[in-house]
């Protein structure tokens, strides 16, 4: 039975109901990875011996009699910025080669604790910082469809896992498109919640406003499933909502869906296009009323959210000094020489990058100019849409705007921030999003469709999902090696 | 409006930033820089909005619990001593 191509939800079932030990499901898990990694550059780490002992302590459960929880014995992929004890956290960057966190996240405390097995941690662009998965310092991932092209980033690695079945879901992180572009590249579905929604205690802050931990999966119950069990409240994030998800059954038959038009009047592949519009038909053949309505500071998404996010790195990662954690090769005759020698070191080109634009937005003489003009800027956005959300329950816009490009085609980074244009909006006004396969382009490269939902309105996000995968019969897998 | 990057200011933000770019690198760097920064400075003016609030952060109540133990905390450190990190001397 290949257990490797079948849904948490029913992982689970077969689990809590003896049909399949947990210990045989991580098995399956680990040989998949074994088989199929190499490829992929999806997982940065892989421990079978916890891997295994989790498990064990899943099937020692059931044998009990009890059950083992809504997650019971399901191999889960963690990107590799979320700490897990004992198994090493890198952000896919040489700072924190070899770090292993001595703490869970919330979140893998609550996988665990719902019975869920994590076999490793997935690969990404360093620190999450990019949209192709090609700047983790270990090597790109590579997207299963094509291992030609960019697997979209930065959770390149969860969406890629997902994809294949080396684990049936797994955990981004999004701050403004990160899982939702790679589900998008992926062909996978990608959630990402609202702000507060999930606990960012133990996620490797990037941009502390705007990041949220989401699922990643192959259908839309099991990211469902994912984000009820590590979603609300937890003290140790002051930022997190007094939250819980229950599913709701919402007739998308009378469903108000906005599109918005800003989003479709930007240069887009026709592959994308006529997928999306495709989708929008079947929405409405569902019976969901569409309507155009308008987000027009959307142009400024881009430029407000570089200046937001990347102030909020340079002060996030000043703490990688080299000293509490780091490479004992390096020294120098001065704490600050060291920390500059650790730094450069450490950090790629990308995340100096964004480290420098960071401290120069904020910098005397241009704070005023830039990152106080980027808030308002932000405040506006969010504005529009809940002035939006008066007359629409959900929206519907692209989640890339092209599909997967080929690997190392050298885009300028300003060029490679565009392709986030379609996600930022939703980070900056900290709304749900999610990601939906919604067709295939001429060279068989997945195209997702996003929905954009009112803050901690996931249930009707979730629900008009649901109903459109019901309506499509499932989403296309791609297969890969024997 | 000026948007291009001067060389000189971009030393002293690596400075500030603690980082060492190498000369031959820093003229692509302000060049990648100043392509971002003009689309910031193309931001228009809006009216100062009231900001939606997020939720409130909610403190957890001031009480001691169990931390995570020194030892364990020291792990990641590349060179420690008797229980401290050992960084390089900052005076003579």
């Not at chain 1, 009890?66 to 997650?71: D, I, K, R, S, V």
């Not at chain 1, 690695?157 to 899982?179: E, K, M």
């Not at chain 1, 921030?417 to 749900?432: E, G, K, N, Q, R």
Request: proline share 6%; charged share 20%.
């Amino acid at each position: 039975m290949k257990w490797t191509h079948m849904s948490a939800v029913r992982l689970a079932a077969a689990v809590n109901n003896k049909e399949v030990t947990a210990r045989e499901l991580a098995r399956a898990a680990l040989e998949h990875i074994q088989a199929q990694n190499p490829a992929l550059g999806a997982f940065l780490a892989v421990d079978e011996e916890a891997a295994i002992a989790q498990a064990a302590a899943v099937d020692a459960c059931v044998a009990r009699g009890e059950n083992a929880g809504p997650l019971a014995g399901v191999p889960i992929g963690i990107k590799d910025n979320i700490c897990t004890r004992g198994l090493p956290t890198t952000c896919a960057s040489r700072m924190l080669q070899g770090f292993v966190p001595p703490y869970d996240a919330t979140v893998v405390e609550r996988l665990a604790a719902a019975g869920a097995v994590t076999v490793g941690k997935t690969n990404m662009d360093e620190f999450g910082m990019g949209s192709s998965g090609e700047s983790s310092a270990f090597g790109p991932v590579r997207n299963p469809w094509d291992t030609n092209r960019v697997v979209g980033g930065s959770s390149g690695g969860s969406a890629a896992a997902v994809a294949v079945g080396l684990v049936p879901v797994a955990l981004g992180s999004d701050t403004g498109g990160s899982v939702r572009c790679p589900a998008a590249f992926c062909g996978v579905v990608g959630l990402k919640p609202s702000y507060g929604a999930v606990s960012r205690f133990g996620l490797v802050a990037f941009a502390s406003s705007l990041e949220q931990i989401g699922p990643m999966a192959r259908t839309v119950e099991d990211a469902e499933l994912l984000f009820r069990v590590i979603c609300g409240r937890d003290v140790r994030d002051a930022t997190s909502a007094e939250y819980v998800h229950k599913p709701v059954t919402v007739d998308i038959k009378g469903m108000k869906v906005g599109i918005p038009r800003e989003y479709f009047g930007i240069k887009m592949g026709e592959a994308v296009r006529q997928s999306v519009e495709a989708a929008l038909r079947q929405l409405e053949a569902l019976g969901a009323e569409l309507r155009e309505v308008s987000l027009p500071s959307t142009p400024h998404a881009l430029a407000a959210y570089y200046a937001i996010s990347s102030a909020e790195a340079a002060s996030n990662l000043a703490r990688y000094d080299g000293i509490r954690m780091g490479d004992a090769a390096l020294a120098g005759n001065t704490p600050d020489e060291a920390r500059a020698q650790a730094r450069s070191a450490g950090f790629g080109p990308e995340v100096q990058r964004r480290i420098l634009l960071g401290n120069f937005v904020l910098s005397s003489g241009r704070y005023e100019r830039y990152y106080m003009r980027a808030k308002q800027m932000q405040a506006q956005i969010t504005r529009e849409y809940i002035q939006v959300f008066e007359t629409c329950d959900i929206l519907t816009t692209p989640t890339v705007s092209a599909t997967a490009f080929p690997l190392e085609q050298g885009k300028r980074p300003v060029e490679a921030y565009t392709a986030d244009v379609c996600t930022m909006p939703a980070s900056l006004a900290h709304l749900p999003a999610l990601s939906l396969p919604c067709g295939l382009d001429g060279d068989g490269l997945p195209v997702d469709l996003q929905l954009i939902g009112p803050r901690f309105g996931e249930g009707t996000l979730l629900a008009a999902g649901r109903a459109y995968e019901a309506a499509v019969g499932g989403f296309a897998h791609v297969e890969v090696g024997p | 409006m000026e948007t291009g990057i001067d060389l000189d200011e971009l030393r002293h933000i690596a400075v500030l930033s603690g980082l060492k770019i190498e000369e031959e690198q820093l003229a692509q760097m302000a060049e990648d820089m100043a392509a971002i920064v003009l689309m910031m400075e193309n931001l228009p003016d809006v009216e100062k909005v009231e900001s939606t609030p997020m939720q409130p952060m909610i403190l957890r109540r001031d009480e001691v619990a169990p931390s995570i133990p020194r030892d364990a905390l020291l792990e990641n450190a590349p060179r420690t001593r008797q229980g401290y990190f050992v960084a390089p001397g900052a005076t003579d």
